[in-house]
């Protein structure tokens, strides 16, 4: 089965969730990584990979869901 990724960075006052080569805003933190972590877990309950990545301040990206 295939893999997919979720990735979250913060943007000016926004955090965005990049999909697919598509971005959606998120007022907060919580909320983006709250949608994030649902859309993986109804990709991976299909048999696919998935992972939550958030960038840190440093710019490196870190898992927050894990692949299963």
């Known amino acids: 089965?295939?893999?997919?990724?979720?990735?979250?960075s913060k943007t000016g006052d926004q955090w965005l969730v990049r999909f697919?080569?598509?971005d959606y805003p998120y007022s907060a933190y919580t909320?983006?990584?709250?949608?994030?972590v649902k859309a993986a877990s109804s990709v991976s309950a299909t048999?696919?990979?998935a992972e939550v990545l958030v960038q840190g301040v440093d710019g490196k990206w870190r898992t927050e869901w894990p692949i299963d």
Not at 2 to 8: E, T
Not at 31 to 36: F, H, I, Q, S, Y
Request: hydrophobic residues 40%; aromatic residues 16%.
């Open 1 to 8: 089965m295939g893999h997919v990724r979720y990735f979250i």
């Open 31 to 36: 909320e983006a990584v709250r949608a994030a």
């Open 47 to 49: 048999g696919y990979g």
């Open 20 to 22: 697919d080569g598509k």
